[in-house]
């Protein structure tokens, strides 16, 4: 079935970039997703990317999707403290409905 | 824009003893509707979704239940709790294809 993967730790020293990475096999999403987690809180989206899309640029946030590896990344620039959070890939069902979340990547900043 | 309230936010239960959560919804209507587990140093599990009133498709077969009465409410119910019932619950909403809002979870820890 659907499945999306992700290395659970990441530790970077502030002011380096983080570069979390995610592998995924539904090759027929539409959208691809990054969330964040801050400790003890829900979700929020933190930024998406179409499949029709390579690179997305979001102030400190570089999205890249490579379909043919089916491989997804989010580089973090200039990493700070509030960074540290738990980040999920995610990407839609082809039935619309629901959303297949990875395990999450727990990223640690070093100050 | 929407808002998900969930409550209570932390639950501490006996093995054994019933369980209701609940989930409301305010700033949208007719949205699909999520229940999501989140295990400690796990990734999110889902359990629930509905896409209407009295409309519940169930992703993993377990002691747990979900039931939409009105459109802007999803409650998480339980007879009898298991030890593995603990966990992080989070509701969400999707109104669009492009994401997913959470509520703010309901930390629920089985004795």
């Known amino acids: 079935g659907e499945d999306v993967e992700q290395s659970l730790f990441l530790s970077v020293r502030e002011g380096d970039s983080s570069v979390i990475n995610c592998t995924y096999t539904d090759s027929s999403s539409t959208y691809l997703y990054w969330y964040k987690q801050e400790p003890g809180a829900g979700l929020q989206l933190l930024t998406y990317i179409f499949s029709n899309m390579d690179m997305k640029q979001d102030q400190r946030l570089t999205v890249l999707l490579n379909k043919k590896d089916k491989h997804l990344s989010l580089r973090i620039a200039d990493t700070q403290t509030g960074d540290s959070a738990i980040y999920f890939c995610a990407g839609p069902y082809t039935g619309g409905f629901k959303t297949i979340f990875g395990a999450g990547t727990r990223l640690f900043v070093k100050a | 824009s929407q808002t998900i309230h969930q409550w209570p936010a932390t639950l501490v239960q006996p093995v054994g003893s019933p369980l209701s959560l609940e989930c409301t919804v305010e700033g949208t209507s007719n949205p699909n509707l999520y229940w999501y587990r989140q295990a400690a140093g796990r990734g999110l599990q889902l359990l629930f979704y509905?896409?209407?009133?009295?409309?519940i498709s169930s992703e993993v077969p377990q002691n747990l239940s979900a039931s939409r009465p009105q459109d802007r409410q999803f409650i998480l119910s339980s007879k009898k709790l298991l030890l593995s019932d603990s966990g992080f619950y989070l509701c969400a909403l999707r109104q669009s294809s492009y994401e997913q809002y959470f509520g703010p979870g309901t930390r629920l820890t089985v004795t």
């Open positions: 509905s896409v209407g009133i009295g409309q």
